[in-house]
């Protein structure tokens, strides 16, 4: 089955710098690529998402990356601000006819003012 | 739009006793999910529902857990024995599109401690 592992695990940056956060999967059959924000106390919210078909997609300061080939897909969080800090998840869907999705174990970003 | 429901949002009970979780979906979502969030970890799925037919429960453990979604809205997870093993939070999580690896919306989840 779908495999998908997460770095790093912990990242603390600076109010203002940029944020990347790396996915690997093992399913080559997957094409869907979400990513969850999760907020102490609250349910996952989704912040950007990709398919197969596209390699980057980008939304204001949020952008993902996907390579197909080497199997993982990138999340880019730029200037960075403090209510960025959360714990973010990728998953990805594992192309079979349920729309299943496996998640990462999640990268806990603290943005410091 | 009103988003995902869940209740009750915290539950502690002792090992050996029986708990259930309710959730309401987003209005017109035909998909709904209940997950499983151990602490520090991602969510893993238990149990998937298309309508109040059961597409994927290959990872409930079905000795102890049980669900249904009458009337293909609400729906139910219950847990009965409970173990020390099953303190977490329970998600559920909704989608419009089935088999499209569409976007899931979560509900607030559940905490469970069980003693």
């Known amino acids: 089955g779908e495999n998908v592992e997460q770095h790093p695990s912990t990242l603390s940056v600076q109010e203002g710098d940029s944020a990347v956060i790396k996915c690997t999967y093992s399913?080559?059959?997957?094409?869907?690529f979400p990513w969850y924000k999760q907020e102490l106390g609250k349910g996952p919210q989704l912040i950007i998402d990709?398919?197969?078909?596209?390699g980057e997609k980008k939304d204001q300061r949020i952008a993902v990356t996907l390579n197909k080939t080497a199997k993982h897909f990138s999340l880019h969080i730029t200037e960075t601000q403090p209510e960025d800090s959360a714990v973010y998840f990728c998953?990805?869907?594992?192309?079979?006819?349920?729309?299943?999705?496996?998640f990462g174990k999640g990268t806990k970003l603290s943005v410091k003012p | 739009e009103a988003g995902v429901a869940q209740s009750p949002r915290y539950k502690i009970i002792e090992k050996r006793q029986s708990v259930a979780f309710w959730c309401n979906p987003i209005?017109?979502?035909?998909?709904l999910y209940w997950y499983q969030q151990i602490l520090g970890q991602g969510p893993k799925l238990l149990i998937q529902?298309?309508?109040?037919?059961?597409?994927?429960d290959s990872q409930l453990p079905k000795d102890r857990f049980s669900a249904e979604r009458l009337k293909g809205v609400d729906s139910t997870l219950k847990i009965q024995p409970a173990k020390l093993e099953d303190s977490a939070v329970y998600l559920c999580?909704?989608?419009?599109?089935?088999?499209?690896?569409?976007?899931?919306?979560f509900g607030p989840g559940t905490r469970l401690t069980v003693l």
């Open positions: 529902f298309q309508n109040n037919g059961v597409v994927d």
């Open positions: 998953a990805a869907g594992d192309g079979g006819s349920q729309g299943n999705l496996i």
């Open positions: 990709i398919r197969s078909n596209v």
């Open positions: 999580a909704s989608s419009s599109i089935q088999g499209d690896s569409d976007t899931q919306y």
């Open positions: 209005s017109g979502h035909a998909t």
């Open positions: 399913d080559s059959a997957s094409n869907y």
